[in-house]
């Protein structure tokens, strides 16, 4: 079943690796199927160098296992909230890279300090608050998702394609699980863009001094606007 998105799943995992985006087990990545609205995601602490795409599990938008001979990712609930709030997604990435990582652990969301932040998100990397004692409790996973799917109220997922849960690390979604993964590298570039010029220029002028909006604006709608003119047609 889903044998392609199976590959695609798990060519887009070992790219995490490629990437510098994970240590040990800490990542994983899921891609939805349109057709059937199940998604591929990577099995629960298997060591990248171990995978095969047949290793990759089919789950449903409830969260339980269609196929698959492994215990799913642990944070299959998130993917689950995710897919379930966000219906235009097709691929969610969840690492412990460094960078952002160490963003999330300070409370912070990322500024956009320069036309490189601004050409991926539309504006800042937004933070999530924390879980009470009661959600991480109760279902701890699956109330990640709840709070990131809170941080978006209102809002498009698409025009900010990740989030930082506090304490946790970065998630980051796209139209497919490759460019969700697109998503995380670029998130992990920002951070430690955004580190450098807050050590370079120190936080609170940095801060003061961040990207004029209308700057940011221009870049990001020549890339995802309507009348886009980045890239080739």
């Given at each position: 079943m889903l044998e392609d998105l199976k590959k695609k799943v798990y060519h887009a995992n070992m790219r995490l690796v490629d990437e510098g985006l994970v240590v040990l087990t800490w990542g994983n990545v899921s891609g939805r199927d349109p057709a059937t609205g199940f998604f591929v995601i990577k099995p629960s602490g298997v060591p990248y160098g171990l995978l095969k795409p047949r290793d990759m599990v089919v789950v449903n938008l409830e969260g339980h296992v269609v196929e698959g001979q492994c215990r799913p990712s642990s944070d299959t609930p998130t993917h689950v909230a995710l897919y379930r709030a966000f219906p235009a997604i097709g691929g969610v990435v969840h690492t412990?890279?460094?960078e952002a990582t160490a963003w999330a652990q300070a409370q912070r969301e990322i500024p956009c300090y320069g036309t490189t932040h601004a050409d991926q998100f539309h504006g800042s990397v937004p933070l999530t608050r924390y879980l009470t004692e009661t959600e991480v409790d109760e279902a701890y996973e699956a109330n990640t998702g709840k709070v990131i799917v809170e941080a978006f109220e209102g809002t498009n997922p698409l025009e900010r394609p990740g989030v930082l849960?506090?304490?946790h690390g970065p998630f980051t979604?796209?139209?497919d699980a490759m460019k969700a993964v697109d998503n995380a590298v670029a998130l992990e570039a920002m951070?430690?863009?955004?580190?450098?010029?807050e050590q370079l220029r120190g936080a609170t002028e940095a801060v003061k001094k961040a990207l004029p909006a209308y700057?940011?604006?221009?870049?990001y709608q020549r890339k995802h606007g309507p009348n886009a003119y980045y890239g080739q047609k």
């Open positions: 412990h890279s460094i849960v506090p304490g979604w796209g139209a951070a430690r863009m955004a580190r450098l010029t700057v940011g604006e221009k870049h």
